[in-house]
């Protein structure tokens, strides 16, 4: 009935205003709250005027919240996208599968009571697609974003059995981006802040890997949240997932959505821009890894990516073996130009127990001996799950990083640094084998790849 009252405006309602009012209900379909605000108080006004009374499904909290979100809103998902419920405010990920919904509680994908018909289903998917002018409805695929960070993909048509469309909801629940918020949820340890604060002050260039949902992201966001805000910078990503703008407001960050052959086209003019450091999220084809690597060869650094990995040892043969596949070159000295140009790398692992913890499960070194032309993997920290507790490493060769130019300040910074990692390693050390010289790099082999 709500809805019907609102046609009827539509219909009495002049060009231009309508012109307005529809870009006022795209909005509130996008998550703006003034809009769904404005909504929600004409539909409790119209609940007023009618007298209506009706049992309201309890994952809604009044009826003006149950029909503004059943006619412009997420349906029965709005009290998990707005933590409306309390169950679902730690909850990561939401799923629907058919007419079926799923959300990850207590690290367990469970079975929700509401459902979703297929017309509901349709409608929730076309009203999604206006965030994102450029994607077409008869597609079988789609990834967009509501106003609030939610990310959304979308697998519909051809692609799906019958009746099985997939839509997929994941948001943030950090609540602030710190490092004591992420060492209070036990996902990084606390004793190994002022460590970081350290390596971020020294400008090292950092990997953050790790399968979906790991956590790479929100790590990424929480160390560049630690970074100086008068240096300039440039994010690059695939989808806008992260504001960089209100992250960090005082920050001149340029920020580019762009991938594949779209990267290719824009590669010569970001190579001859003067930014300070570079942030590339969700590294994953050939032209990022390229990318990555000529901007850190020209001697950049404060640089960050993410990249879906669960081994650092293998990154540099990925992105070396990737690039050679679609540009050609020396996969050797493409390999040898990433031990050089990336300092660190932090893997992010979910725990098999429980899948909405996550941990910090390893951090390694990269490191390159010019001299005797080799690369190796430093073991600095690692995560024991029997003991639930990292362990540290400090022998770590860092001299090829050091230099006689360096300042009275840069010297003291990597003395401390040094320092802190010794005195984590001597209240816990690793156990075992710390340096691995990796099989895939034989500069003096034609051959390529793991052996």
């Known amino acids: ?85 309390e169950k679902y405010r730690n909850s990561s990920s939401a799923k629907l599968i058919g007419e079926r919904m799923y959300c990850l509680i207590g690290g367990v994908s469970r079975l929700q009571p ?16 206006l965030a994102s002018p450029r994607e077409r409805l008869e597609e079988g695929f789609h990834e967009v974003y509501l106003q609030n960070g939610i990310r ?44 970081f604060h350290s390596m971020i002050r020294l400008g090292l260039n950092i990997l953050i890997a790790g399968p979906v949902r790991s956590g790479k992201t929100t790590f990424l966001q929480v160390w560049q949240k630690q970074e ?82 669960s081994d650092a040892v293998q990154i540099p043969y990925k992105m070396a073996s990737a690039i050679c596949e679609a540009y050609g070159g020396n996969q050797q000295n493409l390999i040898a130009r990433v031990f050089q140009n990336f300092q660190l790398v932090f893997l992010f692992r979910q725990l098999p127990a429980d899948r909405a913890e996550k ?17 190796a993997v430093h073991t600095i920290c690692r995560y024991i799950p029997s003991e639930s507790q990292w362990r540290w490493n400090a022998a770590v060769p860092w001299q090829h990083l050091r230099s006689s130019a360096m300042t009275q300040k840069e010297e003291e910074e990597w003395e401390k640094m040094q320092n802190l990692l010794e005195k984590l390693e001597k209240r816990n050390p690793i156990m075992g084998k710390c340096t691995i010289y990796p099989r895939y790099y034989r500069p003096d082999s034609k051959e390529g790849g793991p052996k």
């Not at 994010?235 to 991938?259: G, K, Y």
């Open 359 to 375: 941990r910090l499960a390893e951090i390694s070194a990269y490191t390159y001996d010019a001299e005797n032309d080799a690369a």
């Open 1 to 85: 009935m709500a809805e019907m009252i609102f046609e009827e405006d539509w219909r009495d309602t002049d060009e231009k205003a309508k012109t307005q009012k529809l870009e006022r209900e795209k909005r509130a379909i996008m998550g703006y709250e003034r809009e769904r605000i404005f909504f929600q108080s004409r539909i409790g006004d119209i609940i007023r005027e009618r007298g209506w009374q009706a049992e309201v499904p309890p994952w809604y909290g009044s009826l003006e919240e149950g029909i503004f979100h059943e006619v412009y809103g997420l349906a029965g998902l709005a009290p998990w996208a707005y933590d409306t419920d």
């Open 114 to 129: 509401q459902r979703f018909s297929a017309r509901r289903r349709e409608q929730l998917k076309r009203a999604l697609l």
């Open 152 to 195: 959304i993909t979308i697998f519909s048509g051809e692609r799906t059995k019958e009746g099985q469309d997939v839509m997929v909801f994941r948001k943030y629940i950090l609540q602030q981006l710190t490092f004591e918020e992420l060492a209070r949820l036990r996902t990084i340890p606390a004793d190994a802040i002022p460590l």
């Open 228 to 309: 100086d805000d008068t240096l300039e910078g440039l994010a690059i990503s695939t989808d806008p997932e992260t504001p960089w703008h209100e992250l960090m407001p005082d920050a001149p960050i340029m920020q580019l959505v762009a991938d594949g052959k779209e990267l290719d086209t824009v590669m010569k003019s970001l190579l001859r821009g003067d930014n300070d450091y570079i942030l590339l999220e969700e590294m994953r084809d050939a032209a990022a890894f390229r990318l990555a690597l000529a901007i850190t060869s020209a001697g950049t650094m404060r640089s960050k990516a993410t990249i879906h990995s």
